[in-house]
């Protein structure tokens, strides 16, 4: 595998064009992009891509994978695929696009078992959190005829289960491609057609800027919430009753990203260890310095931090990204979520 990829330039045409088309007056294409997409995993973003495909027309059969006969059931009864089954490899017989959404740390075992069933020119894609560590293990067992373009769709909530995916889930957020210097620019521009068919804005960078990017925007604000959810609840002179029943909004913020999916984020930090302990080294000299201006009263550098933040939050805002409605861990009746908390 290639250490340093390069930038992947998008070539010209209309593919993209037709796709985003689609998502923006949210009408279904006329012919299916893909005759066959295989989905390994029908979590959130599994169910999700299901809702979104079949809304834009973007497949003409879906076909996916779970370990549980209970799973398998509630995707039948939602028909989130046209056939579901046990093993990866049956579920991805004949398909032209497979993509992996099953936690990062089942990428490995997942790849090998696939590759020999990898349909000739098929594409093969992810919806991890990372993307140095899933080229590492996904990328030795991909077949020389198969077009392997990690991505990684930023949008979730911390919901989990095929029950919890709905078709909106990726309108107007980012999907994150990072292909390899030698990925076929065809299949790079019909895989980013197909994200925006779904919804989203796509954005092609490297893996390792990737990794960077993500530790700072979710990976270290996940690991902070755990942390101080995890603090409160060890102190002795504070309830647990007590914190539940006066949570302001910051405490209430962090337990709503603490409640995301213990195995998901686990596997990230076990993943991205370089660029998260980097990030966190960071954070750790500049909460020493607002230690000292707390302590010794410097109200004008407190200031000048709050008013700076407050800047890049109302960035964000304007730029979108922003939920209008959270629901805070609330349970939303089936059908009616809304975008949550981006992974």
Known sequence: MVNKPVRFQRPSGDISGIARKARLTKLPMTKPMFQQ???????????????????????????????????????????????????????????????????????????????????????LSDAGSVKTAVIRDVGPHVPEHVHFIPGHPIAGT???????????????RWTILTPLPDADEKAVAKLKAYWEGCGAMVEIMT???????????????????????GTVSDLERVTEKEVIKFSASGFRDFTRIAASDPTMWRDIFMNNKEAVLE????????????????????????????????????????AGQETPAPDFGRKIPHGNAGPGKTS
Not at 217 to 224: E, K, M, N, Q, R
């Open 279 to 318: 990030i966190l080294g960071r954070f750790t000299e500049d909460l020493a310095a607002l230690q000292r201006a707390i302590r010794w009263g410097d109200g004008e550098a407190l200031f000048d931090l709050f008013t700076r933040t407050r800047a890049i939050r109302r960035g964000i805002i304007d």
């Open 158 to 172: 911390e919901f989990s289960g095929p029950e919890s995916g709905f078709a909106e889930l990726f309108d107007g």
């Open 37 to 123: 997409a295989a989905l390994i995993g029908v979590g959130l973003i599994g169910s999700s891509l299901s809702h979104a495909m079949r809304r834009a027309n973007l497949v003409a059969r879906i076909t996916a994978c779970a370990r549980s006969e209970a799973t398998r059931a509630t995707v039948r009864n939602l028909g989130l695929a046209d056939e579901v089954f046990e093993h990866a490899a049956d579920a991805v017989h004949g398909a032209d696009l497979v993509i992996l959404c099953t936690p990062v740390g089942t990428f490995e075992a997942i790849s090998a078992e696939i590759a020999p069933h990898l349909k000739r020119d098929a594409i």
């Open 207 to 229: 893996p390792e800027h990737h990794d960077l990017v993500l530790a700072v925007t979710s990976h270290v604000p996940h690991l902070i919430a755990y942390n101080i959810v």
